[in-house]
């Protein structure tokens, strides 16, 4: 039962990693009874697998930790992938926004064009079985995996677990346990790419309206830390859209966020502006003078309502406090935050095994010779759009390429 690679996970990651090496002989080990459960149900089960914006741009869209990620999406970046699926018998629809999808908009024709390459080239995968526990033998230089059903060794340990969100795919953070077993660090998972829900919420009646690029300070303690510019959403039961799911990575419970719904830099320019309109207008009702804010009518409506206003009241006899309210709901919406949605909703995890202690030009452990990580398990995370999954199969050749390269007396089939 010994090996040259054993790659413990089934998802993006691992399988192109292990269709990736060259001259071995590869093992993959996956917990569940058939392989890619969390790439089936991406994009609704469309798979949004990568995107067509320049690669250089493409380390904007992983927060922090976008860096780490260079050497990775340079060695196998979208159009490669693009090229490889094509090659593969998957074409791709590049939608107006830079999204890819496969042609005929299945997640399963991704899969399985995965699936059959490792086939053809006599890749052994055994499913149903979960390793539990991974220990290194110093005298033989070799990694001992042990599973539910059996043990097995190997020269290089490949680990694409994936991370916690969606568990119920299978994605429950064991590649966590077994890199702590081997001495690395777990930065605290964290749900990402997650609908935010506020305290006391009051625009479920407005579920489906939406705002482009609008602006958002993100409040901790009575200071800003973080701003952001997006694509709103109102839903039913809290605020989403891209400007939230792309950085619901930093928000936490008891933050604040400030949303500003107008086309303004700010609240102070706005302000400014608003009081001019409605000084000149006196007139007119406060609800035709919001006409002229391109704002939707149920929204405005709604911050007429909030504000405790009679919308046919004229601006003329408008108090300033009342000018001063507008202004702020219009302008520097407070939504204080209750809860993120936990794993089952968030679309990927934030945190993992510490990029500190991995090689960002090999993914290879920079405490264990040989063992490497790839995919969601490691401490980073994309934006929506396809980023996750070009990561997972960035970093999953990577490690496959960094073994490929190692002396042949290093890393022979035993």
Same mark, same amino acid.
């Given at each position: 039962?010994?090996?040259?690679?054993?790659?413990?996970?089934?998802?993006?990651?691992?399988?192109?990693?292990?269709?990736?090496?060259?001259?071995?002989?590869?093992?993959?080990?996956?917990?569940?009874?058939?392989?890619?459960?969390? =790439?089936?149900?991406?994009?609704?089960?469309?798979?949004?697998?990568?995107?067509?914006? %320049?690669?250089? %741009?493409?380390?904007?869209?992983?927060?922090?930790?976008?860096?780490?990620?260079?050497?990775?999406?340079?060695?196998?970046?979208?159009?490669?992938?693009?090229?490889?699926?094509?090659?593969?018998?998957?074409?791709?629809?590049?939608?107006? %926004?830079?999204?890819?999808?496969?042609?005929?908009?299945?997640?399963?024709?991704?899969?399985?064009?995965?699936?059959?390459?490792?086939?053809?080239?006599?890749?052994?995968?055994?499913?149903?079985?979960?390793?539990?526990?991974?220990?290194?033998?110093?005298?033989? !230089?070799?990694?001992?995996?042990?599973?539910?059903?059996?043990?097995?060794?190997?020269?290089?340990?490949?680990?694409?677990?994936?991370?916690?969100?969606?568990?119920?795919?299978?994605?429950?953070?064991?590649?966590?346990? =077994?890199?702590?077993?081997?001495?690395?660090?777990?930065?605290?998972?964290?749900?990402?790419?997650?609908?935010?829900?506020?305290?006391?919420?009051?625009?479920?009646?407005?579920?489906?309206?939406?705002?482009?690029?609008?602006?958002?300070?993100?409040?901790?303690?009575?200071?800003?830390?973080?701003?952001?510019?997006?694509?709103?959403?109102?839903?039913?039961?809290?605020?989403?859209?891209?400007?939230?799911?792309?950085?619901?990575?930093?928000?936490?419970?008891?933050?604040?966020?400030?949303?500003?719904?107008?086309?303004?830099?700010?609240?102070?320019?706005?302000?400014?502006?608003?009081?001019?309109?409605?000084?000149?207008?006196?007139?007119?009702?406060?609800?035709?003078?919001?006409?002229?804010?391109?704002?939707?009518?149920?929204?405005?409506?709604?911050?007429?309502?909030?504000?405790?206003?009679?919308?046919?009241?004229?601006?003329?006899?408008?108090?300033?406090?009342?000018?001063?309210?507008?202004?702020?709901?219009?302008?520097?919406?407070?939504?204080?935050?209750?809860?993120?949605?936990?794993?089952?909703?968030?679309?990927?995890?934030?945190?993992?095994?510490?990029?500190?202690?991995?090689?960002?030009?090999?993914?290879?452990?920079?405490?264990?010779?040989?063992?490497?990580?790839?995919?969601?398990?490691?401490?980073?995370?994309?934006?929506?759009?396809?980023?996750?999954?070009?990561?997972?199969?960035?970093?999953?050749?990577?490690?496959? %390429?960094?073994?490929? !390269? !190692?002396?042949?007396?290093?890393?022979?089939?035993?």
């Amino acid at each position: 039962m010994k090996y040259d690679v054993i790659v413990i996970g089934a998802g993006p990651a691992g399988l192109l990693s292990a269709l990736s090496v060259k001259n071995k002989k590869v093992l993959v080990l996956e917990k569940n009874k058939e392989p890619g459960r969390k =790439l089936l149900i991406s994009g609704l089960g469309q798979c949004n697998y990568t995107n067509s914006m %320049d690669i250089e %741009d493409f380390l904007k869209m992983y927060g922090r930790n976008g860096r780490f990620l260079k050497a990775a999406l340079y060695n196998f970046t979208n159009i490669d992938t693009m090229n490889f699926f094509s090659e593969n018998g998957v074409e791709s629809f590049i939608r107006e %926004d830079g999204k890819v999808f496969p042609a005929s908009m299945k997640s399963s024709e991704v899969l399985n064009a995965l699936v059959n390459c490792l086939r053809k080239m006599g890749v052994e995968i055994l499913y149903d079985e979960g390793a539990n526990k991974a220990t290194y033998d110093e005298l033989n !230089k070799m990694y001992l995996v042990k599973t539910n059903k059996s043990s097995y060794a190997s020269t290089n340990l490949i680990i694409a677990t994936g991370g916690k969100s969606y568990p119920h795919t299978g994605s429950t953070g064991d590649g966590y346990k =077994l890199a702590e077993q081997l001495g690395h660090t777990i930065v605290e998972p964290k749900e990402a790419l997650v609908p935010v829900y506020t305290v006391n919420y009051k625009f479920k009646e407005l579920a489906g309206i939406s705002f482009e690029d609008i602006k958002v300070s993100l409040w901790r303690n009575n200071r800003k830390s973080e701003e952001f510019n997006g694509d709103f959403l109102f839903t039913h039961t809290g605020i989403s859209g891209p400007v939230i799911l792309n950085n619901s990575r930093y928000i936490e419970e008891g933050d604040v966020l400030k949303i500003n719904f107008t086309s303004f830099k700010n609240s102070e320019e706005f302000k400014k502006h608003f009081d001019n309109l409605i000084l000149s207008s006196g007139k007119l009702s406060i609800k035709t003078v919001l006409k002229q804010m391109d704002m939707p009518k149920r929204f405005t409506e709604k911050i007429v309502e909030m504000a405790g206003i009679d919308e046919n009241k004229l601006c003329s006899i408008l108090e300033k406090a009342e000018r001063k309210n507008l202004c702020g709901l219009l302008s520097a919406h407070e939504f204080k935050i209750e809860r993120l949605g936990g794993f089952n909703t968030a679309m990927v995890t934030a945190g993992g095994v510490s990029t500190r202690e991995i090689s960002s030009k090999t993914m290879e452990s920079k405490i264990r010779p040989g063992m490497y990580f790839a995919g969601e398990v490691v401490d980073y995370d994309g934006d929506t759009g396809g980023f996750n999954i070009q990561a997972a199969f960035s970093t999953g050749k990577l490690a496959a %390429d960094s073994i490929n !390269k !190692k002396p042949a007396n290093c890393c022979q089939s035993l």
